[in-house]
């Protein structure tokens, strides 16, 4: 079964990469450890003669959550990715580099 790319990543560790997303609000790929989110835009980006969904870059979060400092670690929504309550994208279906 072949998925077709229909976002693009914009920022980030992939920025430029054209991604299969769906209707999804959030994009979150696991890279070296940590997770990286991408949120949904309401821009449109050409790419490769396809008009794809932009994603700008959100950060990066440990799958743990937060940690103690200057927010309270305990009170710190973690990733959904960490808590499964998502589905991970996995990097290797991601156009581009690999980490």
Known sequence: M???DDAILV???RDGT???AGDAGLIELKIEGL???YIRTTK???H???ELAVYN???EVRPTGGESGSESGPDRVASPMASGQAVPLDS????GSRS
């Open 2 to 4: 072949t998925t077709r």
């Open 11 to 13: 920022g980030g560790p």
């Open 18 to 20: 054209s991604v299969p």
């Open 35 to 37: 997770i990286h989110r």
């Open 44 to 46: 449109q980006r050409e």
């Open 48 to 50: 490769d003669g396809a």
């Open 57 to 59: 870059y959100d950060g």
């Open 92 to 95: 290797e279906d991601v156009n």
